[in-house]
């Protein structure tokens, strides 16, 4: 039945039940509930009828799942509804491997005991959702919740339930960018995933802002076992523009199988550090000869001496740099250089005293 939805401040929603199947306007997930207007449709020159049902903030605050081609879902800014679309089996490679590994540890709780699954039937073993939501677990679904992430690791599965009901500690570790795809991940040594037989999964998405996510969804980052010493270098499956933002998800398994909260980690990627106001630009650069080239700077570069590691033409360094003047130097290369070749300056020219700005880049001239 077509419906169209709307909630104000008191948590209302709005549902209209519509004869002769008119089909309302498709709901964007882009768009919060509370812009979202009652609609009244007509066919053939006859007004819809409009039903209200009034839901109340405790039923109508927290909704999740789909009716019909509707679809219940949540973000930062609260509740929304979209329209369903059946999703796409892409097959990527950490699908297969979770399906892989799921496949395995069903097979593994097929073969125990008796005895043993009813053990962990009576079990207590609680699910705590992203939502914060906790869900205690069936048997197999506990033994499939504590295993699956340790078949994934190559831990020992855990045969027996774990006899503690404690939710095992995962500090919130601090996020460091040292490129756009490299992290330091500073954690907690004293975590109890950090030790033989535990394990921590991360995942990570880009955001545009807090909040706010484009791209793939949560992809996987990394998934590591205790014992671990810190900073954790990660490299991510994406690259962070400069200033971007980026979420890690985490999730730590103990040695003994109890699995922790989520927990989520932000950081700006602000790997780059430019130089100071004032650095030194490039005027020109002029071919002299075949292995040298004249630099010239729109101030004084200093003191010049030795190779260099930034003065770049074309894919070759200096060998030998020698101050040709208060803002000029003259760099000796060994490959045959030419008036047209690129140059580029990428960091910190090593034979030059003063700071020069980068990155810079242009053509020799002859």
Known sequence: ??????????????????????????????????????????????????????????LGSDLSGHIGGVVASHNTYGP???????????????????????????????????TVRSAWTAATIVKTSRKGDRVNLS??????????????????????????????????????????TTVNLDVALT????????SLIISGRLLTSP???????NVAVALVTGPQTSPIALTLPFAVPLYGRARLTLHAGSPDGRQSTYVDVEAVQNAYTPPPPG???VVSVTVISSTEALWQFNGPTG??????????IGSGLPTATASAGLDQ??????????????????????????????????????
């Open 80 to 114: 929304y509804f979209r329209q369903r679309v059946r999703p796409v089996n892409r097959k990527t490679a950490a699908q297969n491997a979770q399906r892989g590994a799921i496949a395995a540890v069903s097979q593994t709780w097929r073969s125990l005991d008796p």
């Open 329 to 366: 130097l003259i760099a000796t290369y060994a490959g045959p250089i030419t008036a047209g070749n690129a140059w580029q300056i990428t960091g910190q020219p090593s034979s030059i005293a003063n700071p020069v700005l980068y990155p810079q880049s242009g053509t020799t001239l002859g």
């Open 191 to 198: 975590d109890e995933w950090n030790a033989s037989g535990g």
């Open 303 to 312: 003191s010049v001496t030795g190779a260099d590691t930034h003065l770049q």
């Open 279 to 281: 650095s030194l630009r």
């Open 211 to 217: 909040g706010q996510s484009y791209g793939s969804p």
């Open 1 to 58: 039945m077509p419906v169209s939805l709307r909630t104000k401040a008191s948590a209302v929603v709005v549902v209209s039940a519509v004869k002769n199947h008119l089909q309302p306007p498709a709901i964007s997930p882009s768009h919060k509930c509370d812009a979202i207007r009652p609609i009244r449709w007509a066919q053939h020159g006859h007004e819809a009828e409009e039903e209200r049902v009034k839901f109340k903030p405790i």
């Open 139 to 180: 048997g197999q679904a506990a033994f499939m919740f504590v295993n699956t992430i340790r078949w994934r690791a190559g831990l020992a599965l855990v045969t027996n339930p774990p006899t503690s009901t404690a939710v095992p500690s995962l500090t919130t570790p601090t996020e460091t960018f040292t490129s756009a």
